[in-house]
């Protein structure tokens, strides 16, 4: 099965860039639909983006639109988060997750979660 690491998290600016990835092992990427989620403080679980076993990606949207990236790098086994323009309300946990269903956006579907990295937006 596959197993699931998030890195680069941290204490980042309002304004600034932040990188996370989430390094897979065990199976390959292309072969799962891999999904970024973020649950801040006392909120639900909320999508941000994916990436599907075909390569095509699903853009965030709302709030994070137009900031956020979903891309991955198969040759490293490893999906990124490009994260632009932070803002406070970006403070959450990110978690990564595969998932051999179709859906993407929908958590309930995804089987294999990464145990989160902490996000801090402040200056």
């Known amino acids: 099965q596959v197993q699931l690491v998030e890195s680069g998290g941290g204490l980042a600016q309002p304004g600034g860039p932040l990188k996370l990835s989430c390094a897979a092992s065990?199976?390959?990427?292309?072969?799962?639909?891999m999904g970024w989620f973020r649950q801040a403080a006392g909120k639900e679980r909320e999508f941000v983006g994916g990436v599907r076993w075909s390569g095509s990606t699903v853009a965030p949207t709302g709030s994070m639109k137009g900031r956020f990236t979903i891309s991955r790098e198969l040759a490293k086994n490893t999906v990124y988060l490009q994260m632009n323009s932070l803002k406070p309300e970006d403070t959450a946990v990110y978690y990564c997750?595969?998932?051999?269903?179709?859906?993407?956006?929908?958590?309930?579907?995804?089987?294999?979660w990464g145990p989160g990295t902490q996000v801090t937006v402040s200056s």
């Open positions: 065990g199976a390959s990427i292309g072969r799962y639909t």
């Open positions: 997750a595969a998932t051999r269903n179709v859906q993407v956006s929908n958590s309930d579907f995804y089987n294999y």
